[in-house]
């Protein structure tokens, strides 16, 4: 194993919300880590825990115990930025002014990231639509502008949650396509929620399974598929058999969570 430490480590974080006088325990006891440029999935039934372990790595909630690290190489650089199934955008704003948000707050001088938001924008295939706004966006496209948006923050780590989980399964074909590309363009580490364990194989260098609630680590896999992935991954032998024994895993996981719906919450 490799000494040097890890850009993303997790060590025994728990998170216990209350509510209506009532603990939940999201996330009990987990550790994990994703190492420099790695392409981290997260898979798990809903409920699992897999939202709050993204929002704790972005530094809300504080988790109730444990830590959490982000090794940061640039000084200025934010730690994390998210990518959301909804892409909240500023329907007032221009897709260039969306995409340059974050940095106005940061303070970034105008020249500086209106270079930014072009070569976002390039990077993600819209430079043609700088100036129009959401609304004349498809979801696709919607989508686009919203990882556009946290790549121009250049941050250490990318925390996407089920980002293309709203999209047509054409659209959300070509956007895995093109975050592979964008991924390896970039070189950023990773850490994706999905609820997809297709989606996770195409993307991930390890798939991390969570429990059904209170979320806890299940297993970790390798993703052992080689790269530059494509759609034809499908097809191979390794893929169909790694895909059969994390969900042979994963449908307990899931079955659990609709059965024991209640699992982890107490009076
Ligand atoms: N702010 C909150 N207050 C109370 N309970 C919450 C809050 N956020 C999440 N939870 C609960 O924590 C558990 C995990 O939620 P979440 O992280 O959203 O799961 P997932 O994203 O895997 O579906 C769920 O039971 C959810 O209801
Ligand atoms: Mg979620």
């Known amino acids: ?68 690290r982000i090794e940061a190489d640039r000084p200025g650089a934010p730690l994390t930025a998210m990518v959301f199934q909804e892409h909240a955008l500023l329907p007032w704003r221009t ?42 966006l498809s979801g696709g496209m919607k989508q686009r502008v919203g990882i556009a948006r946290a790549l121009a923050n250049d941050p250490e780590v990318l925390l996407m949650d089920e980002p293309l989980a709203a999209l047509d399964a054409q659209t959300r074909t070509i956007m895995q396509e093109e ?43 390798a993703v052992d598929l080689g790269r530059p992935r494509g759609l034809e991954v499908r097809g191979s032998p390794a893929y169909g058999a790694l895909l059969e024994k994390i969900w042979s895993q994963l449908r307990e996981e899931v079955v659990r969570a609709m059965t024991e719906d209640r699992g982890g919450e107490h009076a």
């Open 1 to 68: 194993m490799p000494t040097r430490a890890p850009k993303v480590l997790v060590n025994e974080v728990s998170v216990t919300f209350e509510s209506h006088g009532r603990s939940v325990v999201a996330l009990d006891r987990i550790s994990l880590h994703a190492h420099a440029g790695e392409f981290l999935c997260v898979v798990g039934p809903s409920g699992s825990g897999k939202s709050t372990l993204l929002r704790v790595l972005a530094g809300l909630p504080r988790q109730s115990a444990g830590d959490v």
């Open 95 to 136: 897709v260039r002014d969306n995409v340059t948000f974050g940095l106005e707050n940061r303070g970034v001088g105008r020249a500086e990231r209106e270079a930014r938001a072009r070569e976002m924008l390039a990077m993600v295939g819209l430079t043609r639509f700088a100036q129009h706004y959401p609304h004349q």
């Open 179 to 221: 975050l592979l590309r964008i991924w390896a363009t970039l070189g950023k580490t990773v850490v994706y929620v999905t609820h997809s364990l297709e989606e996770a194989l195409l993307l991930g260098d390890r798939i991390v399974l969570l429990t059904a609630r209170p979320g806890r680590v299940s297993q970790v896999y």
